[in-house]
């Protein structure tokens, strides 16, 4: 997958002849992404203490490229729902992973902001809106005094 904003001419890869070659760079995108995986293999350290001071950094973008959002956009429909998460309006991203992007899992299209803990009820429920209304209603009995004690 490209990066946003990535532009290309016709210019021959000094490595491989591919004619897909980055601008500023003499290196077509299999080059370099080969490059950068035998550097990871080689320098194991690096890597991990890298990722290590920059862990947010790194899950954010692979959250917004995996779907496809920029910081804007993700930040825009944050706050068109409130700043808080779109099932409980909660304004504390519940666990250690912060904040999570719905999305439907036929279309990848972004659904809303949720916390950890919406986003896991809807995965459990498999997505179904029978499931999650099946268990609203058996709640709503149960608290009622309908649902007999065994």
């Known amino acids: 997958m490209l990066s946003r904003g990535a532009r290309f001419h ?10 897909e070659r980055y601008v500023l760079s003499r290196s077509c995108v299999v080059c370099v992404r080969r490059w950068a995986l035998n550097f ?7 890597y991990s203490e890298y990722y290590k001071c920059n862990k947010g950094r790194y899950n954010r973008n692979r959250q ?40 439907c899992h036929a279309s990848n299209k972004t659904r809303g902001i949720l916390c950890l803990r919406c986003n896991t009820l809807l995965g459990l429920a498999l997505n179904n809106p029978k499931i999650l209304n099946a268990a609203s209603q058996y709640l709503a009995l149960a608290n009622i005094g309908f649902i007999l004690d065994t």
């Open 10 to 19: 016709g210019k021959l890869c000094r490595k491989c002849s591919n004619t």
């Open 64 to 103: 917004l490229k995996k779907y496809d959002m920029t910081e804007e956009q993700w930040q825009a429909l944050f706050t068109k729902q409130g700043r808080r998460c779109a099932i409980c309006s909660s304004t504390e991203a519940t666990g250690n992973r912060g904040w999570q992007t719905d999305h």
């Open 40 to 46: 990871r293999k080689r320098h194991p350290e690096r």
